[in-house]
């Protein structure tokens, strides 16, 4: 199962106004579970006004940096994004899941593949890792990307980007299309939507020598990019997408009451049943399951996919009330003779009796 | 880029999503769902064909049958590491359910599950010797042919992914039956056994594709899980087994 490991912040560096590159050291005996795949991602988490806030961002190094690097931009109202802009700093830990994302095509060094690559914004972030690997990787690759941005200024990794384009001569092609300033070419001004698509491929790039295409950035520049290189003859298979971090609610929300209630009513005792045995202990009503605090409190409870979907951990409340926030394994009338599914369950009475025996 | 949209709207136009932060509860619910019945029915599917293994009748065979209980529990094995990043116990997951339990032959379940885990019904029916096992593997074969060209579209990337990868090996797994299934009919008293298991998996197999009226179907086609409804799918896997059959001397 995957888990958090501490990772120490090793650098902070501003890239833009409103976005900073970390990069970031796994602990000792960790590195093994920290090699990352180009266009992979971590997922943080950190708890902002006691609720934990999980967030996915894309690793911007290639595997051959020998360093990991994150890129976060700050987006508005966004409580972790704007907590690494303005407060995080060289020597704080994060807490991070291995990386994960499957936004990359395997190497073939002896391959001489053409990569279409488009970006929105900070979804700049894992094209400028895959190509920073494809490049060094396969030799006979090259690499075409697009970026899509506001002005100039916004830019991230504009120095980093030129520093390749002469490090690659001829096998990085980037074309920067920027939506309120105004270019020498009209094509490269405005936003990526179909007719910019159309005209790109028509006049910019052969879409027909394009083996894959890597697209990262906000939903309705995918869907239409998507659908262009559909109608020029890609298939499926060969357009690779990630959607970033805009499409993750952005504020940190506490439930409701949760800051208004004293600290004794915001407990609940549970009494659990299991195997004939019963114990009781106190338990948040928020923020754990009762299956979480079970396991935290050594019982062996049941359990399999912690997502509301197997049942295998239903048990009976026998006293109390408690809220299920996911059932997709229960039937009704189960529900009805009071089964909840431990692992989506939270107490909402100040003491919960439960039984898995039953 | 300021412009955006909501995940719903961007869904409904058929958009793609990349990871378990991306994912709505909702979405995220009917996800796992849909990733839990296919790894319980791989694995339920896996571990009944495995009982049948020392039936088959020659070395060939006895390799192709091995060959598919080891490809369906990899292909049960890639979906549960999906179902991992959305926080699923993988190692528990996979040896908690009796994967190889049945229920009687002539047990009268529908499509309606049964049991703590969530494989299709026709994983609950036990499999009576080689030539049911062969028969059984060519009508469902084909039925998780029409199910996986489905799923190849999904719209969670790295899942749709995963079902493109090994629709040729499922496929290859439903040919390997077929050819099974030449050499059973070759005789008049296999292709009669053959007939009797074709009629008991025929009904069974097609309950497997879910009601009809199946209120589901709509929330999955707006998350851009579902393209065809259940009604399209069995009805395509009726014709596909009605061109298909008659080769064998079969009906």
Redesign the interface.
Known sequence: MARFYPLDVADVRRETRDAVVLTLKPRDGDAEVFAFTQGQYLTFRRAFDGVELRRSYSICAGRDEGALRVGIKRVEGGAFSTWANQELKPGDVLEAMPPMGAFHTPIEPEAAKHYLGFAGGSGITPLLSILKTVLAREPRSRFTLVYANRQIASIMFREELDDLKNTYLGRLAIVHVLESETQDIDLFTGRIDAAKCAALFRLWVDVASVDTAFICGPEPMMLSIAASLREHGLSEAQIKFELFASGQPGRATARAASSSVSASDAQCAVTVTLDGATRTFRMPKQGESLLDAALANSMDAPYACKAGVCSTCRAKVLEGEAEMITNHALEDYEVRQGYVLTCQCYPTTDTLVVSYDQ | ?????T?D??LA??????????AP?RY???L??LM?TFVDSELAGSAGFAEVINDAPSLKARIAASRIVLEKTDHAERVLDL???????????AV?HPWAARLARDAEIGAARHG???RLSVFHYPLQGWIDAVVMNVLMGRAVGIQLQEF??LSY??L??VF?EIAPREARHAELGEEGLARIVATEGGREAAQRSVDFWRPRVAASFGREDSPRFDTLRRFGLRRRTNHEQVTAWMAEMAARLPAFGLA
């Open positions: 880029m300021s412009e955006t949209m995940i709207d961007y136009q058929g958009g793609v999503l990349t990871n378990p932060s991306n509860p995220r619910g009917e796992l769902r839990a179902m991992g990043t959305f926080g699923a116990d993988t190692a528990r997951y908690h703590a885990d969530r190849s579209r990337a790295p749709a992914e493109r």
